[in-house]
């Protein structure tokens, strides 16, 4: 799993010390365990793990679920759904059948208690085989969350109460109120400590990053505030449409899908302080101050900052594609927004006066996941004649699809008189470390094994990340748009976004 170490006299040991975090035995009951999300993604990252040696001798998976499917059909589903989504070669039998025989279902809809009776059965008879805690993956759709949180509260399908843990998938709620109420919910049967409010963003090696660029290193720490940064960029653009999650996108749109959510979290670890230590709390307390420094955005500051749009018919990647309005599930006058961009300002000390300009949406040109740290010029222009490229300094931190930071600044151009040139230098974490792609659930999954809560969002954090976007919705929902779509699938969103930014003299960077 862990890239090839660097050899170097010059890496120095921290103080972050061992990790206080163990994997233990567990038994992980999914709710929803025959859906999309388990699948594609949970199962393949949990086979994954087993066959890189990375769980712990004693494991169970048990699939909850409608279907009703005896242990031989689920793990035979499971099977073709790994083979189809792990894309790491054929998939050895032996392998497989070691796998297999940890996975158990227990059918039942979530709204019978019975469901929950089954499965205490269950959960009894693997934990006297001796795992140590139950972990509850909540894979189902956000409507159901009462449903499976009311059947632990009432069945004892909690054996190990303090020792059990809670996954719980993004969305969290649908506005800061709904999300109050689910965390109500959640602590009448888990504790605080017990709750894992994952997303999957920041489990990405570049979003961690983002916290050892800039507090191990003087030369960009030094110069992280407004004294040196003009303005900071984060890009969040996916190429994909809806695909078949039509329905569910009319219920969400973009800012509960993606902004509500990544790009607040992608902000919070620019923006926020240095954390008194690497405990998870420390590391969560500053990303709320964050979220609660943003300026409230009242209805003239989102007319005035704030762009939404939805794509129309257009082309991806040389393909012909349709428009929002002509996907499954979609409404053909739908409103619902799939592209936004806006200003954000973060109001403490560090950053006031730098505007922080958000940017996601889906049909975009390319995917591209980005931040952009643009820094001030210097205060005299020595050069920069006419013919100059005054191009001011960058530190660009891609996320994906190319994991790298760059930084680009000017040089001399050789041979001519005084002119400047903008020249970078790029740090590729592929070329760098050699790394393999890696399920995007497997840090996560593993963290909470170990009981690491440090990328998992806290009650507080998630309650005060709606209370960021809950105005822009309520704005929006109450003003619906007149000209959509707006923005040809395949191009970089609606004019007013690069409007947005070329009011301030601005443009988009790309990578
Ligand atoms: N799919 C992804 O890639 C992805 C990514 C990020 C987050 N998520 C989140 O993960 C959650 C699950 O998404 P998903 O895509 O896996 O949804 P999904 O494909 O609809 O799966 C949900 C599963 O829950 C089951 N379910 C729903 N209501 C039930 C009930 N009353 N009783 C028993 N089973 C019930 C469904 O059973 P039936 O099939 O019988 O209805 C289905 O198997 C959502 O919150 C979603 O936002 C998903």
Known sequence: MKPQAVQSPFLQSCDIGPSP???ESFVMVIFGGAGDLSRRKLLPTLLHLFLEGELPQEFYIVGVGRPGLSHQAYR???????KEHMGEGPLDAQSWAAFAKRLFYSPGDLQDMGTYRRLTLRLRRLLRRCAEHVIYYLAVPPDALPHVLKGLEHSRACPRGERSKVIVEKPFGTDRASAVRLNR???????EAQVYRIDHYLSKEPVQNIMFLRFSNTIFERLWNSRYIEHVQITAAEDTGVGDRGAFYEQTGVVRDMLQSHLLQLLALVAMEPPIGF??????????KIFRSIRPLDEAYIREFAVRGQYGPGEVGGQRTRGYRQEKGVRGDSTTPTFCALKLQVANWRWAGVPFYLRTGKRLKRKLTEIALVFKQPPLRLFGRACDVLEPNCLLLTIQPR??????FGVKYPYGSNQIYPVKMVFGYQEAFNLRPHPPYERLLVDCMKGDLTLFVRQDGVEAMWAVVDPLIQY????PPKGFPNYRAGTWGPRGAERLLARGG??????
Do not use: N, T
């Open 21 to 23: 975090f163990r994997m």
């Open 76 to 82: 035979a589903m499971m099977k073709e759904a790994v």
């Open 185 to 191: 919910l959640i602590h009448k049967v888990f504790s």
């Open 279 to 288: 405990e998870p709390d420390f590391i969560r307390d500053e990303k709320v």
């Open 403 to 408: 994991e790298r930071i760059c930084l680009s």
């Open 476 to 479: 929006w929902e109450a003003h």
């Open 506 to 511: 601005r443009k988009w960077l790309l990578g």
